[in-house]
């Protein structure tokens, strides 16, 4: 069988148009590398419900699943005994990671598939939102970082195309001191 490589190409552009549908949800989880997908998400916060039981409500559970990412629930020094508690929900890193297992995603890339949510979310919250779980080292290097800049400084952050560009440039520098230092 000969084969015309001009002719698997625009047959490939031509199937991508028409099935761009089919395409997107093949894609799936790979889309966008180390980002759990909505579904996933969802998920996780529904086990998390489940786990709490039917008093747990899911804003209550929205609020203490983004305090805790926000402060470090994606990082392995964190203890799993952590937890915050609001109104009808109380929740621990452990529940958390113990749900994305089931999922088959980290808390990482849970923490990334919410990355937005979680962002408005703090900057709603103003002065009384946590800062991200990189502020403490942010501030050692970048000079007199505002309350917003702060909120952002969160490890899951680094990819989201809303973060402040002083943020971002930050975190990318920071990523590649700890991980890609030869």
Same mark, same amino acid.
């Given at each position: 069988?000969?084969? $015309?490589? &001009?002719?698997?190409? @625009?047959? %490939?552009? +031509?199937?991508?148009?028409?099935?761009?549908?089919?395409?997107?949800?093949?894609?799936? @989880?790979?889309?966008?590398?180390? +980002? =759990?997908?909505?579904?996933?998400?969802? !998920?996780?916060?529904?086990?998390?419900?489940? @786990?709490?039981?039917?008093?747990?409500?899911?804003?209550?559970?929205?609020?203490?699943?983004?305090?805790l990412l926000q402060r470090g629930a994606?990082?392995? !020094?964190?203890?799993?005994?952590?937890?915050?508690?609001?109104?009808? =929900?109380?929740?621990?890193? *452990?529940?958390?990671?113990?749900?994305?297992?089931?999922?088959?995603?980290?808390?990482?890339?849970?923490?990334?598939?919410?990355?937005?949510?979680? %962002? +408005?979310?703090?900057?709603?919250?103003? %002065?009384?939102?946590?800062?991200?779980?990189? =502020?403490?080292?942010? !501030?050692? *290097?970048?000079? $007199?970082?505002?309350? @917003?800049?702060?909120?952002? =400084?969160?490890?899951?952050?680094? &990819? $989201? +195309?809303?973060?402040? %560009?002083?943020?971002? $440039?930050?975190?990318?520098?920071?990523?590649?001191?700890?991980?890609?230092?030869?």
């Amino acid at each position: 069988m000969a084969v $015309n490589l &001009y002719d698997i190409f @625009e047959q %490939a552009k +031509e199937m991508a148009v028409n099935e761009a549908s089919n395409i997107d949800k093949a894609l799936g @989880e790979s889309r966008s590398v180390g +980002e =759990a997908s909505p579904e996933k998400c969802n !998920k996780v916060i529904e086990g998390i419900a489940k @786990e709490l039981g039917s008093n747990a409500q899911l804003t209550h559970i929205f609020f203490v699943v983004s305090f805790l990412l926000q402060r470090g629930a994606t990082s392995d !020094k964190t203890p799993g005994t952590t937890k915050i508690a609001y109104g009808t =929900a109380t929740v621990t890193v *452990e529940m958390i990671k113990k749900h994305c297992r089931t999922e088959k995603i980290t808390a990482r890339q849970f923490a990334r598939g919410l990355k937005q949510k979680i %962002a +408005e979310f703090m900057l709603t919250l103003g %002065a009384e939102a946590p800062e991200g779980n990189l =502020a403490k080292t942010m !501030k050692l *290097e970048i000079k $007199n970082p505002t309350k @917003e800049e702060l909120i952002w =400084a969160s490890d899951f952050q680094t &990819y $989201n +195309e809303n973060c402040p %560009a002083r943020v971002k $440039n930050w975190l990318v520098k920071n990523y590649r001191q700890r991980f890609r230092s030869s």
